[in-house]
């Protein structure tokens, strides 16, 4: 039975993972998008192998912070201790997308970092985006990677495998996944033609604290 508490998280989580297929980010059932009721302790994640066309708000699955299945009639993703590593150690962590999109993925492919490149990089995560070495996915092994080598940015590749973005909301999550990709694909062209530069420190520093404190409307969000 469905909990009405959870009914906004739901809809949230459901739209996500629409997005990132709509947005061309994963294909069939790859990848997923989760989020956390914080108060109850209780994730929303998409189920494993489920094709996003067919996937309902109901078909969610929800699941508590150790693992255990609370509702749902389908297996959660297979990502899901993964998502669940990053929220039992980040507590300002509201929602996790995983994606394989193509571009951000062609970097984790080489093992290679995104610098500062672009100052849309600048304003949405405040520093390159790091890549962590290529780890297996038994246990904690992923999201103990993550941890290990992220910076203040919301994402981080994983070496031959694909990318991780959070934030405090699905809708945020989300956000960081489109974002990441965008980015890739401009710098993926810009080495194609030449050697682009990386802004200086202070200059990601100065449009960073602008985009997080000034730019946008004082009553609605960046989101």
Not at 72 to 92: M, N, T
Not at 118 to 135: H, R
Request: aromatic share 8%; hydrophobic share 40%; glycine share 10%.
């Amino acid at each position: 039975m469905t909990r009405p508490v959870l009914a906004k998280l739901r809809r949230e989580v459901w739209e996500a993972n629409l997005q990132i297929f709509h947005g061309g980010l994963v294909t069939m059932h790859s990848g997923n998008a989760s989020g956390i009721d914080r108060r109850q302790g209780l994730i929303l994640i998409k189920p494993s192998g489920m094709d996003y066309e067919r996937l309902r708000p109901q078909d969610l699955v929800l699941m508590d912070l150790e693992g255990r299945q609370v509702e749902g009639q389908w297996k959660p993703s297979v990502d899901f201790p993964h998502h669940a590593y990053l929220y039992r150690h980040c507590p300002d962590v509201g929602g996790v997308v995983h994606t394989h999109s193509n571009y951000a993925t062609a970097f984790a492919l080489l093992g290679q970092p995104i610098p500062a490149y672009l100052t849309a990089i600048a304003d949405e995560f405040g520093a390159g985006i790091p890549c962590a070495p290529y780890v297996d996915n038994e246990g904690d092994h992923i999201g103990e990677a993550i941890l290990k080598h992220r910076n203040r940015a919301p994402a981080i590749l994983l070496a031959n495998h694909g990318a991780f973005t959070w934030g405090r909301t699905p809708r945020a999550a989300l956000k960081a996944a489109v974002m990441l990709e965008d980015v890739a694909k401009t710098c993926y062209l810009s080495l194609a033609l030449g050697k682009p530069q990386a802004l200086p420190g202070e200059e990601v520093e100065k449009w960073y604290r602008r985009y997080h404190t000034t730019y946008g409307q004082k009553t609605g969000n960046r989101e």
